[in-house]
């Protein structure tokens, strides 16, 4: 797997990556659905967002679309889903769509981006700076490092990351965001002051942060969409139900997208302390006051909201908080 993304590596060497705008020359054939129409749809901060449809016929379609590239793209036969995650560049693309296992069965030929991409999924012991070094300037290592690593890595490694990147990929959306994003966590670190924020309940009253420390409060972000989420529900309940009376708190931030979803998910993992969202989903206000990236996360602040620890999951929650409160009566 090393030698095939060093070939890879190889090939993006010679290839410009400065993103222009290029009428698209994607074509191909839709397999085992009855979809009448094929959606484009544009990736920003963990969504997708449809910008041009055609229509199915004879089981073939066709995009001409004016679109920037190379960058990553979506292909679907239903916007209600997660698309085909499609890396396009300037030349002729060819794709074989099959929705079937989330389009895990589909084909994609002609980019170059996209075969890089495929290979990197399949590596299982990838070092993210030896893959940027390996690809400096593909779209890929910018966009991997932003949306597979920038969680796992603190702000100076995110930074020292962002360097090995080529200047063609410093203005990049990706690039930008994880500047901002290395900011915010400068400010996170263990022994700052959690940022404070307002936001609604699930009556719609606003639930204004710092008017409710006390104790020891656990800022978790969750969803009821997300599985390891809904895993480690069980764990945050059970330290509730031990450490609440001892002076352990905890405020739910949810990135659901609808409402009814999300108070079932409450009623259902039976989490009975104070939730909040604004139901925003990725672009979630107070998920980007914290620097959220992935979920679940967490942050454990005291009553003067400064931050003792950061996601805390399983028995070190547990261990944490009896370590804070265990001598409490």
């Known amino acids: 797997m090393k030698k095939i993304l060093l070939g890879f590596a190889l090939l993006l060497g010679a290839v410009q990556i400065q993103a222009q705008e290029n009428n698209l020359q ?36 066709s995009f001409k679309t004016k679109v920037k590239t190379p960058d990553l793209y979506g292909l679907s036969v239903n916007t209600a889903s997660s698309p085909l995650f499609i890396f396009l560049e300037k030349g002729p693309i060819t794709v074989k ?3 079937k296992k989330y389009y895990s069965n589909s084909v994609v030929e002609g980019s170059v981006s996209q075969d890089l991409f495929e290979a990197y999924k ?47 990929l410093q203005n990049t959306t990706y ?26 309940d699930p009556q719609g009253k606003p639930i204004h942060f710092y008017e409710n420390l006390k104790g020891y409060t656990l800022v ?27 002076g352990f708190n ?49 942050y454990l602040v005291d009553s003067n909201g400064i931050i003792v620890a950061k996601n805390l999951q399983g028995e070190e929650l547990q261990s944490t908080l009896k370590s804070l409160l265990g001598n409490k009566i």
Request: aromatic residues 12%; glycine residues 4%; positive net charge.
């Open 26 to 61: 994607l074509k191909g054939t839709v397999v085992d659905t009855v979809a009448q129409y094929v959606y484009l749809q544009k990736f920003h901060n963990k969504m997708f967002t449809t910008i041009d449809s055609v229509k199915v016929k004879d089981g073939n379609f």
């Open 97 to 99: 769509l099959n929705p």
């Open 122 to 168: 399949k590596s299982k012991d990838i070092e993210i700076s030896k893959f940027i070094t390996e690809n400096p300037k593909s779209i890929v290592a910018a966009y991997v490092l932003y949306r597979n690593w920038s969680y796992r890595l603190s702000p100076e490694q995110i930074r020292e990351n962002i360097t090995l990147l080529d200047k063609t």
């Open 175 to 200: 690039v930008k965001e994880l500047k901002d994003l290395a900011l915010v966590l400068d400010g996170l670190a263990v022994g700052k002051k959690a940022p404070d924020f307002t936001a609604n």
């Open 220 to 246: 978790d972000f969750w969803a009821s969409w997300c599985g390891p989420c809904r895993r480690e529900n069980p764990n945050i309940v059970a330290a509730y139900k031990e450490f609440h009376d001892k």
């Open 250 to 298: 905890i405020i739910g931030i949810s990135l659901d997208k609808k409402k009814e979803n999300w108070i079932k998910g409450i009623q259902d993992d039976h989490l009975t302390w104070q939730h909040v969202s604004d139901l925003l989903f990725w672009n979630s206000a107070v998920a980007k006051l914290y620097g959220i990236r992935a979920i679940p996360s967490n």
